[in-house]
């Protein structure tokens, strides 16, 4: 049985966020949880808490055993870009791209 989360509109780039994806795909859910508590990336606060809200929808479903969840697909998908612009020198201005993501957990007993 697959268990799935999703967060959307992520306020950070989906390069930066798709290192941790790769670092924690296949992983059993204690172990992803783990390495991203102690990973060094902007990002793996986004990705531990979508991995904890997966793991929470499962415990409601009924004969699912959480201690046996692994991630299956991990996904991050690029969002909406906002566009800024920066006051530059002689009366010009610079653009600023606010790049943000979609991210999308699935889990599966193993």
Known sequence: MEIKACDRHVG???????????LVR????SDALSTLE????AGSRYVGKLLS???ANAGSREGVDVDTLF???ICVD????????RARSMGRG??????????TVVLDEG
């Open 12 to 22: 950070i780039s989906a390069q930066k966020v798709r290192l941790l994806a790769d």
């Open 26 to 29: 296949g992983m059993p859910v």
């Open 38 to 41: 102690y990973t060094r990336k």
């Open 53 to 55: 809200s997966a793991v």
């Open 71 to 73: 991630v299956k697909t």
């Open 78 to 85: 690029e969002g909406p870009t906002m566009k800024r612009f």
């Open 94 to 103: 610079s653009r600023i791209l606010k790049r943000s993501c979609h991210i």
